[in-house]
């Protein structure tokens, strides 16, 4: 079995970009992710600018000055003050010529058209310099990049209407199970409710640049699963199926995929989540999730989403789940799993800094001890856990 994280490199390598480009609009680019990387068209700040309502001031040797004009943000005249002189600004507004400073109105006194200052003033203060944040030709944003509130933002202070973004990603959700029912039905004895479908799409809702497609439930019937999974691959960029993925009789998923097209790599070292793999069909990538709803969610967390990020034109290390250090407020002695274990976990700061702990309810099929977990807490393989280490969690 592969350790997971050789596992989540080979998956993204192998997902990397499946989708071609489109030109949209910048107010409908939210979401969306980058196909090219944009340039600066000018320097940031265009021009010198006044960081502060305040008056602009010639001469620092000065005890006094002149007071001229005002200098407003949208003044578009060229303004210019000579020695001993000052006009009053607004910030925003450009720097006259010859400024040697802004000073803040607070540090100001005004008496008729004599300007006095309560403060020395510095040479060069609440000036914004041009160019002193990007030169033109800078990099603004790269390509691959996931247009955010910020990014967008950015954009239009450059001026773009419009952007090069890829076309969104078409995601088919399938989960299988004779066993399953869907939320409006009447269960029969032995049935249960499809919990995965509804949670997968949830997790997919998220990210404007997928466009997904509700595949329903496949019975565990070879024969079905491998049409429907045959017409899928036409019409999808990638497929996501959960069940069926492990060696049971009834576990028909991986013989479909391995009729259809090809398994890449199938069980990682994880728990929960043994059962996942990957492959294609002709041009459309596809992934086995478990069928126990939590490794069902593990999975596709740490590794299908991140997979279709890649696949989505997103840059990998953007795709990368998130993650960050807390210590261990338990230990684990002697820890003889063979597996890495991704435990649900509760995250709290205290003086000590961010501390973990295991919820109850460990079950791959406990989605409730999921529910009321921050975090999943990484424990390698057969290394004991020790109080007050440092370990990686990844939010969720
Ligand atoms: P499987 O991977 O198909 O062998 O399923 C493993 C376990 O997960 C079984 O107990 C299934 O009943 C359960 N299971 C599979 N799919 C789902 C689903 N979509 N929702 C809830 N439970 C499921
Ligand atoms: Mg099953």
Same mark, same amino acid.
């Given at each position: /079995? ?7 490199e080979?998956?993204?390598?192998? $997902? ?10 910048? &107010?409908q ?5 980058? $196909? ?8 940031? =700040? ?10 602009a001031i ?14 407003a ?24 010529v &010859?400024?040697?400073a802004?000073? /803040? ?13 309560t403060?020395?003033?510095? $040479? ?12 033109? @030709? $800078?990099?603004l ?5 996931l ?5 967008? @933002?950015?954009?239009?202070s ?15 959700v399938?989960?299988t ?11 029969q004895?032995?049935?249960?409710y499809?919990?995965n479908?509804p949670m997968l ?5 998220t ?9 329903g ?7 079905i699963?491998t ?6 691959a036409?019409?999808s ?6 069940? @069926? ?9 991986? =013989? ?9 790599? %199938?069980?990682?070292?994880?728990? =929960?989540?043994?059962?996942?793999? %990957? ?7 596809? /992934? ?10 593990v ?11 890649t696949?989505?034109g ?10 960050y ?7 684990i002695? =002697? &820890? ?8 649900? @976990?509760?995250?709290r700061?205290?003086? &000590? ?8 309810k460990?079950?791959?099929? /406990? ?5 009321n ?5 990484d424990?390698?393989?057969?290394t ?5 280490? %440092? ?6």
């Amino acid at each position: /079995m592969m350790d997971f994280y050789q596992g989540q490199e080979a998956l993204l390598q192998q $997902a990397s970009r499946i989708v071609d480009t489109e030109t949209v609009p910048l &107010n409908q680019a939210a979401g969306r992710i980058l $196909a090219q990387s944009i340039i600066a068209t000018t320097d940031s =700040p265009a021009f010198d600018n006044s960081a502060m309502d305040g008056y602009a001031i010639c001469g620092l040797d000065c005890s006094e000055w002149q007071l001229t004009d005002t200098a407003a943000a949208g003044d578009t005249r060229q303004l210019t003050l000579q020695h001993g002189q000052a006009m009053r600004i607004y910030t925003g507004a450009g720097i006259p010529v &010859n400024t040697d400073a802004v000073i /803040m109105q607070e540090n100001t006194c005004v008496e008729g058209l004599t300007l006095s200052c309560t403060s020395t003033p510095v $040479a060069n203060e609440n000036i914004r310099r041009q160019g002193e944040e990007l030169k033109q @030709g $800078a990099t603004l944003l790269e390509k691959g990049a996931l247009l955010n509130a910020q990014a967008i @933002g950015l954009a239009a202070s450059q001026g773009f209407s419009e952007l090069q973004v890829y076309q969104k990603l078409r995601v088919s959700v399938f989960t299988t199970g004779d066993e399953l029912v869907s939320g409006n039905s009447q269960l029969q004895q032995h049935q249960i409710y499809d919990s995965n479908r509804p949670m997968l799409l949830a997790c997919l809702q998220t990210y404007t640049f997928i466009e997904i497609i509700d595949g329903g439930i496949l019975p565990d019937n070879l024969d079905i699963i491998t049409e429907t999974l045959s017409k899928a691959a036409t019409s999808s960029h990638s497929i996501i199926i959960s069940g @069926g993925a492990s060696v049971g009789d009834r576990d028909l998923v991986k =013989p479909a995929l391995q009729q259809l097209g090809s398994i890449e790599h %199938w069980k990682l070292a994880i728990k =929960p989540g043994k059962p996942f793999g %990957w492959g294609c069909i002709g041009e459309c990538r596809v /992934m086995l999730l478990p069928g126990n709803p939590v490794a069902s969610f593990v999975t596709f967390k740490l590794l299908g989403l991140p997979a279709l990020q890649t696949a989505a034109g997103r840059h990998i290390l953007q795709a990368l789940p998130e993650c960050y250090q807390a210590k261990a407020a338990f230990s684990i002695i =002697p &820890n003889r799993q063979k597996r890495r274990e991704f435990l649900r @976990g509760s995250l709290r700061y205290t003086n &000590n800094g961010p501390e973990v702990i295991p919820l109850n309810k460990q079950g791959s099929h /406990m989605l409730s001890g999921c529910v009321n977990a921050q975090v999943l807490i990484d424990i390698p393989a057969q290394t004991d856990i020790q109080q007050g280490q %440092w370990l990686i969690v990844y939010p969720i």
